[in-house]
């Protein structure tokens, strides 16, 4: 079955340090992998996708399918990155658009 | 950018009453999708709506208890039926991605509902 995990609830780092947020997935096709963020009192919105290969606001994930994982990474985190960060799978095909989302992982960075 | 307006964006009802929650896109997409975040929980999607069809269902929701509109190619509304303690949770939509991805890349503000 199709299934996204993120293993950490709540990450919780020093500003300037590095940051991975962990994702694997269980997916038996092609699936196209995004990074959505939520900050405080803000609607959720897409960060980033793989297909597109982008470094958005210092984020860069890569998809890895080996591995089947899409780890989220930044070299210095911000304290403004606080925030909830989800993982999300999107199949393709008909329903292309549907997304199954990872439990979340609470990112808070600390001056 | 995109963007979608939802409404109510929060709610108290009664048990045993019923909440139409509204979700209006600026432009036309094919698929607009329903999700619904339990207190805790991550996102979990409800049904996808697909203008001049019947909407799709996940498994474990309903029609009946979930009645989904789609009159037309910019606007969709989620009907929360008979509601009980348990349907006490954010409600977001989300559009059809505009690329050829076809993928949601957008989401409403949510609906934070509570029934008492």
């Known amino acids: 079955a199709q299934r996204v995990t993120q293993p950490e609830k709540l990450l919780s780092v020093f500003k300037g340090a590095p940051v991975e947020l962990k994702c694997n997935y269980s997916?038996?096709?092609?699936?196209?992998l995004f990074w959505y963020v939520q900050y405080s009192r803000q609607r959720l919105q897409l960060l980033l996708r793989?297909?597109s290969r982008e470094s958005i606001k210092g984020f860069t994930a890569d998809l890895n399918k080996g591995e089947t994982s899409f780890h989220l990474k930044k070299p210095f985190a911000q304290e403004e990155d606080s925030a909830m960060y989800y993982c999300?799978?999107?199949?393709?095909?008909?329903?292309?658009?549907?997304?199954?989302f990872g439990q979340g992982t609470e990112l808070s960075v600390k001056p | 950018s995109a963007v979608i307006s939802q409404k109510p964006s929060r709610d108290i009802c009664q048990r045993g009453t019923s909440l139409t929650i509204q979700c209006q896109v600026d432009s036309q997409v094919t698929m607009m999708f329903w999700y619904r975040q339990q207190p805790g929980q991550s996102l979990t999607l409800i049904a996808t709506a697909n203008q001049g069809s019947e909407a799709t269902y996940e498994s474990g929701f309903v029609i009946d208890k979930f009645p989904i509109s789609r009159p037309n190619l910019t606007f969709s509304t989620l009907t929360v039926s008979n509601m009980s303690p348990e349907d006490s949770s954010i409600y977001l939509c989300s559009d059809g991605g505009r690329s050829s991805y076809n993928s949601p890349l957008h989401f409403g503000n949510g609906t934070r509902l509570t029934v008492t």
């Open positions: 793989h297909i």
């Open positions: 999300a799978l999107s199949e393709w095909g008909n329903q292309g658009g549907k997304l199954i």
């Open positions: 997916y038996s096709g092609s699936p196209e």
